[in-house]
């Protein structure tokens, strides 16, 4: 999976989607006001999405607007990339927060957008953005043979170069998207050429939402909770992440 890690790239985040992804940083205290005033000088720009006092005390919490979270003191003097443990329950409370952040508003999803893959009664129901020629997106398919009574909502998202957005439109424009993209992804079936007068202008708008909702590597999973899984999972992980949700 292909994913952007820089904590200088700014991303665009979507309100309504993303439940925790607001639009303009947010300090409550003088001293946090600092810490996000003293960060944006350090990293340049307006980097900083939010500011709050960490679970560990003396420390401040920064949320960045890349996505990603670090720590430091109130003075600034020192950045402290990586996690919080909880030494009394071992629970990893920056894993925790990251989850919390990464979450979306499921049911603002345009899913009208996306191409419909039900398998079983359907009851299980989760969304996903991949690209056509991402190589973990096509084990993803493999282990969805697996996994039974589920709805996928599978949002295009040709991310990887110009023959993922040709290969996307020529399987938006098949006569059975849904068949077209499995006998791709499982059979390594070439999906037919796209009629010159074929609408795909929906890519397009998939690929604008995604990056709204910093999606920077393919697969990325959103479950009918709103809870991300970013990357591949094998069949039984994925069965487990959809028991849990209730």
Not at 96 to 118: G, N, Q, T, Y
Request: charged share 25%; proline share 5%.
């Amino acid at each position: 999976m292909t994913r952007s890690r820089g904590v200088m790239k700014r991303v665009l985040f979507l309100g309504l989607l993303c439940l925790g992804f607001h639009a303009m940083a947010f300090a409550e205290t003088a001293e946090e006001a600092n810490v996000q005033q003293s960060i944006n000088a350090l990293l340049g720009g307006d980097a900083v999405r939010s500011v709050r006092a960490a679970p560990m005390p003396g420390l401040y919490e920064v949320v960045l607007k890349s996505g990603e979270l670090v720590y430091t003191n109130t003075e600034v003097s020192h950045i402290v990339v990586g996690s919080i443990i909880d030494a009394k329950t071992r629970v990893n409370l920056t894993e925790k927060r990251l989850d919390e952040l990464s979450r979306i508003d499921f049911s603002a999803l345009p899913l009208k957008d996306a191409i419909v893959i039900k398998k079983g009664d359907g009851s299980r129901v989760f969304a996903s953005f991949e690209d056509p020629n991402c190589g973990f997106c096509k084990r993803l398919a493999k282990a969805l043979q697996q996994v039974d009574n589920t709805t996928q909502y599978l949002f295009l998202y040709p991310i990887l170069g110009p023959d993922s957005e040709e290969k996307a439109k020529r399987i938006l424009c098949s006569d059975d998207p849904a068949k077209t993209w499995q006998s791709w992804m499982v059979e390594g079936k070439t999906p037919p050429a796209a009629p010159p007068s074929c609408d795909t202008s929906v890519i397009e708008h998939n690929v604008a939402l995604g990056k709204q909702l910093g999606i920077g590597g393919t697969p990325t999973l959103f479950l009918r909770d709103g809870s991300r899984i970013g990357g591949f999972l094998p069949a039984e992980k994925l069965e487990e992440r959809l028991r849990a949700v209730r």
